[in-house]
Nanobody, 123 residues
Framework: VQLQASGGGLVQAGDSLRLSCAAS????????VGWFRQAPGKEREFVAT????????YVADSVKGRFTVSRDSAKNTVYLQMNSLKREDTAVYYC?????????????????WGQGTQVTVSS
């Protein structure tokens, strides 16, 4: 599975962005997908996860109520909708995939990673 994250950019606090994670491979619909982020000088942080069918999702407490994760299996794409962005959301965002877990909450549970997309939120 090859993953391509996109949709990042420079926005102001309070704005919205939608990140996309496009995947190659017909079996992508069988993979759980996670979003992680890494700010400069900080460890990679879990953001959200969605199971293979899209019926189950989970987002981190730090983004709950502002971020949602969804997937379009026909397009082999998973989305991270980010609303009410804050400066502390500034980071490189990565998507990852695994076939081993219903939902994945930590980086080592994922086998495949995209290259990351930069999100910068200014005040």
């Amino acid at each position: 599975v090859q993953l391509q994250a996109s949709g990042g950019g420079l926005v102001q606090a309070g704005d919205s962005l939608r990140l996309s994670c496009a995947a190659s491979g017909r079996t992508f619909r069988r993979y759980t997908v996670g979003w992680f982020r890494q700010a400069p000088g900080k460890e990679r942080e879990f953001v959200a996860t969605i199971n293979w069918g899209g019926s189950s999702t989970y987002v981190a407490d730090s983004v709950k109520g502002r971020f949602t994760v969804s997937r379009d299996s026909a397009k082999n794409t998973v989305y991270l909708q980010m609303n009410s962005l804050k400066r502390e959301d500034t980071a490189v965002y990565y998507c990852a995939a695994t076939s081993n877990y219903e939902l994945g909450y930590v980086a080592h549970e994922y086998d495949y990673w995209g290259q990351g997309t930069q999100v910068t939120v200014s005040s």
